[in-house]
T-cell receptor
Framework: DTGVSQNPRHKITKRGQNVTFRCDPI?????LYWYRQTLGQGPEFLTY????????KSRLLSDRFSAERPKGSFSTLEIQRTEQGDSAMYLC?????????????FGSGTRLTVV | AQRVTQPEKLLSVFKGAPVELKCNYS??????LFWYVQYSRQRLQLLLR??SRESIKGFTADLNKGETSFHLKKPFAQEEDSAMYYC???????????FGGGTRVLVKP
């Protein structure tokens, strides 16, 4: 197991296009989290899953954003009709529910640039 | 609502000097507090958590509920400590982490 994997590492897209990111968590981790980080800021919570159930969504997650974890393993984050304000680093993290107070394991992130 | 404040954006210290990173939080219940670190070109990783009361890489952090603080300290900074440090809070085990804005530490030789 190589930890939390995110693809792609970088994505440049034109405004108005749709993009999709993928996260593969550590295999035994049943919780998966998405965060967004802009320059000079700490990570901001977007949403999280326990297995395939999406348990919480932030108000930051507008209608243009959707996340799925269909089989309780990998997750995808889609942004429709991208805007320049969507440019950020998108981070994925995972944890075991019973050991979540031991902290999360983060992926390397997907850097999105909307031009 | 959960909030974490790191008042210092940048801390610059000389090697061997003490370093203290401030973290204040706002939460009505009993929080779980963490420090995460991001070294250059590496992913965000857990440094330490308050429940374990451990020292990692010479760093310690004490939860002060009266002052709602969780400051990170190291008595003798090393050049390899140069990194971004984020304080984070969880309102309940397994739930979302709320991060502060981060403090960049630069340890000069």
């Amino acid at each position: 197991d190589t930890g939390v994997s995110q693809n792609p590492r970088h994505k440049i897209t034109k405004r108005g296009q749709n993009v999709t990111f993928r996260c593969d968590p550590i295999s035994e981790h049943n919780r998966l989290y998405w965060y967004r980080q802009t320059l000079g800021q700490g990570p901001e919570f977007l949403t999280y899953f326990q297995n395939e159930a999406q348990l919480e969504k932030s108000r930051l997650l507008s209608d243009r954003f959707s996340a799925e974890r269909p089989k309780g393993s990998f997750s995808t984050l889609e942004i429709q009709r991208t805007e320049q304000g969507d440019s950020a680093m998108y981070l994925c993290a995972s944890s075991e529910t019973d050991r979540a107070n031991y902290g999360y394991t983060f992926g390397s992130g997907t850097r999105l640039t909307v031009v | 609502a959960q909030r974490v404040t790191q008042p210092e954006k940048l801390l610059s210290v000389f090697k061997g000097a003490p370093v203290e990173l401030k973290c204040n939080y706002s939460y009505s219940g009993s929080p779980e507090l963490f420090w995460y670190v991001q070294y250059s070109r590496q992913r965000l990783q857990l440094l330490l958590r308050h429940i374990s009361r451990e020292s990692i890489k010479g760093f310690t952090a004490d939860l002060n509920k009266g002052e709602t603080s969780f400051h990170l300290k190291k008595p003798f900074a090393q050049e390899e400590d140069s990194a971004m440090y984020y304080c984070a809070l969880s309102g309940a085990a397994g739930n979302k982490l709320t991060f502060g804005g981060g403090t960049r530490v630069l340890v000069k030789p």
